[in-house]
């Protein structure tokens, strides 16, 4: 079971540079989210979505876009990197919104 | 609106001591609460879920957690620490019926003194 997988693990970008980080689920599952972890604070929710074609935004979602074409992907596009973007992000899914999420390792993200 | 507190950043005990670890919670609705954990460049892995059946919750590597609807707390407990339980822990609320009402504590780290 390969459950929640994201690429890179790691990753340095220069301010202004764009890239996507990619998050694939092998469960079916419709719901899926991304978080941004930064020291002290918890994760913060930046966008969701509930099932392919469907997406919104979350606490924390400037600078970030995704798309949701298939079931299994959700990418999470950033368009013009910035310092305060360094962070680890995390992709995460379930079946509903009662069950409990299934995450991925995380990418660690540095802006320079 | 819904809020989440863990009221230690921080807890250190020692090997075979017990281990709690307190989680605070408000919320306007009846709420799904979560203990997660997470191991130094891991994911979170879920401990143990509420979802309004049993108030005593056992989860994974002999940890529990009470839901207390009167003191809005849900803390965590393990009566025995084990070196391997060193990591960061996580509470998290949400509403059972929203996909995006998902809020997680700052976490605490605890640490086993050998």
């Known amino acids: 079971n390969a459950g929640v997988t994201q690429t890179p693990k790691f990753q340095v970008l220069k301010t202004g540079q764009s890239m996507t980080l990619q998050c694939a689920q092998d469960?079916?599952?419709?719901?899926m989210s991304w978080y941004r972890q930064d020291p002290g604070m918890g994760l913060r929710l930046i966008h969701y979505?509930?099932?392919?074609?469907?997406?919104d935004q979350g606490e924390v979602p400037n600078g970030y876009n995704v798309s949701r074409s298939t079931t299994e992907d959700f990418p999470l596009r950033l368009l013009s990197a910035a310092p305060s973007q360094t962070s680890v992000y995390f992709c995460?899914?379930?079946?509903?919104?009662?069950?409990?999420?299934?995450f991925g390792d995380g990418t660690r993200l540095s802006i320079l | 609106a819904q809020s989440v507190t863990q009221l230690d950043s921080h807890v250190s005990v020692s090997e075979g001591t017990p281990v709690l670890l307190r989680c605070n919670y408000s919320s306007s609705y009846s709420p799904s609460l979560f203990w997660y954990v997470q191991h130094p460049n891991k994911g979170l892995q879920l401990l143990l879920k509420?979802?309004?059946?049993?108030?005593l919750v056992k989860g994974i590597n002999g940890f529990e957690a009470e839901f207390k609807k009167s003191e809005t707390s849900f803390h965590l407990t393990k009566p025995s620490a084990h070196m391997s339980d060193a990591a960061e822990y996580f509470c998290?609320?949400?509403?059972?019926?929203?996909?995006?009402?998902?809020?997680f504590g700052s976490g605490t780290r605890l640490s086993i003194r050998p």
């Open positions: 995460a899914s379930r079946s509903s919104p009662n069950q409990p999420q299934h």
């Open positions: 998290v609320v949400s509403d059972p019926s929203s996909a995006s009402k998902i809020i």
């Open positions: 509420y979802t309004s059946a049993a108030t």
């Open positions: 979505s509930v099932g392919a074609g469907i997406t």
């Open positions: 469960m079916n599952h419709e719901y």
